[in-house]
């Protein structure tokens, strides 16, 4: 069993709609968790990162961690072409260095 | 954030040669890491570097094989030696950041025929 699984899609979605994204994890140790977006033929962008469990927003975008499930989420409102790229979810535990990583979900908003 | 570059940003090999990457970020850092990025697959975590120490490598990568330099705090460097077809991949360096985050080069995209 992997340590981080993250469907890897694809997932395709209409302009303006919710787009819901979501790793699960096996590590209780993990403490960080991050969302890096990841344009075609570039590198991974750190989108959000959250400390423990709760919600964080920042503008479009809403990370939820919900430790008791081992769960993470992104979701992104009102969805744009741009938006279209492989988010992958990341987790550490504090103090570690390493980062556990998902294998990535591509999706498209579609104009 | 940082900014970090990497050269090449992509390159097409024969098998059995060597290929040096190299990471050049724009503030100084403690630890830089050497990540490879196969099709449909995970970030693989390679190696670890820091500089004035001897690179820390994860199980399954090897030095002999990915041999690592880290000469100061803005710079690194990982070869790929003695190439084959299934090394072809994107090898991708980062930096440390606050909480516990990285920031990512925009990679090199290798091929070996």
């Known amino acids: 069993q992997k340590e981080v699984e993250q469907d890897p899609g694809p997932l395709s979605v209409p302009e303006g709609a919710i787009v819901s994204l979501n790793c699960t994890y096996s590590?209780?140790?993990?403490?960080?968790f991050m969302w890096y977006r990841q344009y075609s033929r570039k590198g991974p962008e750190l989108l959000m990162y959250?400390?423990?469990?709760g919600n964080k927003e920042d503008g479009r975008f809403t990370a939820q961690v919900d430790k008791s499930s081992k769960y993470i989420s992104l979701f992104i409102r009102d969805s744009q072409p741009s938006d279209s790229a492989t988010y992958l979810c990341?987790?550490?535990?504090?103090?570690?260095?390493?980062?556990?990583f998902g294998a990535g979900t591509t999706v498209t908003v579609r104009a | 954030s940082a900014v970090i570059s990497q050269k090449p940003s992509r390159d097409i090999c024969q098998r059995g040669t060597s290929l040096t990457i190299q990471c050049q970020v724009d503030?100084?850092?403690?630890?830089m890491f050497w990540y490879r990025q196969q099709p449909g697959q995970s970030l693989t975590l390679i190696a670890t570097?820091?500089?004035?120490?001897?690179?820390?490598?994860e199980s399954g990568f090897v030095i002999d094989k990915f041999p690592i330099s880290r000469p100061n705090l803005t710079f690194s460097t990982l070869t790929v030696s003695n190439m084959s077809p299934e090394d072809s991949s994107i090898y991708l360096c980062?930096?440390?950041?606050?909480?516990?985050?990285?920031?990512f080069g925009p990679g090199t995209r290798l091929l070996v025929l």
């Open positions: 980062s930096v440390e950041a606050a909480q516990e985050t990285q920031y």
């Open positions: 590590n209780s140790a993990f403490q960080y």
């Open positions: 959250t400390y423990s469990s």
């Open positions: 990341a987790m550490s535990a504090i103090n570690d260095y390493k980062l556990s």
């Open positions: 503030s100084q850092v403690t630890m």
């Open positions: 570097a820091n500089q004035g120490s001897e690179a820390t490598y």
